[in-house]
């Protein structure tokens, strides 16, 4: 990239559009052509990260050792897909996508540093929170207009499984192609970390941002509940979490954080007794069904469960029959058309049958290689140690229902932003000791 280049994208409107369209890239139809967006938008700032990472970075022993975690990882996956043939090469272009998201990560956070000098972190947290609020409200949108749904969809393309969705008015993917519960989870992180930005950054202290907090946590719930359950348990863990390492660090809750939970509870259930005067939401029972099942499980039965867990307990938990392909693997993630079908959406189950037990180890270490240098240096932001932190945990959480590896559905490119944001602090900080020292 161009000098030019990166001045036009140091704007707030810039970065903040470039960190929206990295987490939801759409795939926009264009008649014929369908122009997969998130190649651009991670492309040109992992130039520019490769850059920053070898004129700035690579100095540190710290980022060069998660590329080394993850180069282990490639190498097997590339092994194991290369003795069966390369028919299933998922798991090595995960991989391949995990270099460009890690240099696209650096490559946004030295633009937010450009911009923003000391205080990138809290601005790159806000602008996390704010595209969740706007895609929600995208999402909200396509639910209450039909007009702007059949509009939007005409230009955004979505799996045939999503249209479905759509059609029944019960899952809402938004701007991405799939959506569902890997999305209710993405934005139950992103609103974590507007948790973490309301009550840890100088601009969370003021009514009015406190206000836009209130509206829109409130309009990423709904958009959780109108994509899938999953984002709500994950959502429920970060809040018990939060307060957990608040607690560790001998914080406590101030009363005017105590005053705007209140109030945030006191509007949701304003606004949820005040709905039936405004709609008809006898249209949005089967949502409200949905959403709510587990409440309507214990209502009618006296049990904690919904359909979608109970199947997933009884049919989807299953190990390769041989001691082999457990350990190393099959090279077959389940989804390749030249292979047969692996009946499970369990993500340990996937990948033990693609890459086996030592694969899994591999492929997924550089998350707790991240986690190290997360908690070893005196010079990492705690905001950034526990949004880190908790994002390993939901990731370990999540893969029981589901495959969360590597991929443009959103919740890799907040890892890799929050990752870029820790080792440019770290070095930032280090450098602000020595010339203090000196």
Not at 22 to 37: H, M, S, W
Not at 43 to 61: D, M, N, S, T, Y
Request: glycine share 8%; charged share 15%; net charge positive.
């Amino acid at each position: 990239m161009t000098a030019g280049e990166v001045k036009r994208l140091t704007t707030p409107g810039a970065l903040f559009a470039l960190v929206f369209f990295l987490i939801f890239p759409p795939q926009l139809a264009l008649g014929d052509f369908t122009l997969k967006t998130a190649h651009l938008v991670i492309g040109i700032p992992a130039l520019l990260g490769l850059r920053v990472f070898f004129e700035r970075i690579f100095v540190q022993k710290s980022p060069f050792t998660v590329l080394v975690s993850m180069t282990a990882g490639f190498v097997y996956l590339l092994l194991v897909s290369a003795a069966y043939g390369f028919k299933d090469t998922d798991g090595v272009k995960a991989m391949a996508l995990g270099f460009a998201l890690f240099f696209a990560g650096v490559g946004v956070v030295r633009l937010y540093q450009k911009l923003y000098g000391s205080t990138f972190v809290s601005k790159l947290l806000w602008h996390i929170f704010g595209s969740a609020v706007l895609h929600s409200a995208v999402i909200i949108a396509t639910l209450a207009s039909p007009e702007f749904r059949q509009w939007l969809y005409t230009y955004v393309k979505v799996s045939d499984v999503a249209l479905v969705g759509l059609d029944k008015l019960y899952r809402f993917p938004g701007l991405m192609f799939s959506g569902f519960s890997i999305l209710s989870t993405v934005n139950a992180l992103m609103l974590v970390v507007g948790l973490v930005a309301v009550t840890e950054t100088q601009d969370g202290r003021t009514w009015r941002v406190r206000l836009f907090f209130s509206i829109g946590a409130l309009a990423i719930v709904i958009a959780i509940l109108l994509s899938g359950r999953t984002g709500m348990v994950v959502l429920a863990l970060g809040g018990f979490c939060y307060l957990i390492a608040r607690w560790a660090r001998g914080l406590r809750l101030r009363r005017s954080e105590l005053r705007h939970i209140v109030a945030i509870l006191g509007l949701t259930l304003v606004l949820v007794a005040a709905l039936p005067a405004f709609v008809d939401v006898s249209e949005y029972q089967r949502n409200l069904q949905f959403a709510f099942e587990f409440y309507f499980a214990f209502e009618e039965r006296g049990t904690l469960s919904t359909t979608s867990v109970d199947e997933l307990v009884s049919r989807h938990f299953f190990l390769p029959d041989s001691t082999y392909d457990l350990v190393f693997g099959t090279s077959n993630f389940g989804r390749g058309e030249q292979l047969p079908y692996i009946a499970s959406d369990v993500g340990y189950v996937t990948f033990i049958f693609g890459a086996g037990v030592l694969g899994l180890l591999l492929a997924y270490s550089f998350h707790f290689t991240v986690l190290y240098y997360a908690f070893k240096s005196p010079f990492v932001d705690p905001r950034l140690s526990f949004l880190l932190t908790f994002y390993v945990l939901a990731l370990l959480i999540v893969n029981l229902k589901d495959y969360y590896f590597i991929s443009f559905t959103g919740y890799s490119q907040i890892w890799f932003l929050l990752v870029g944001a820790l080792f440019a602090q770290r070095r930032e900080r280090r450098q602000t000791l020595r010339l203090e020292t000196v």
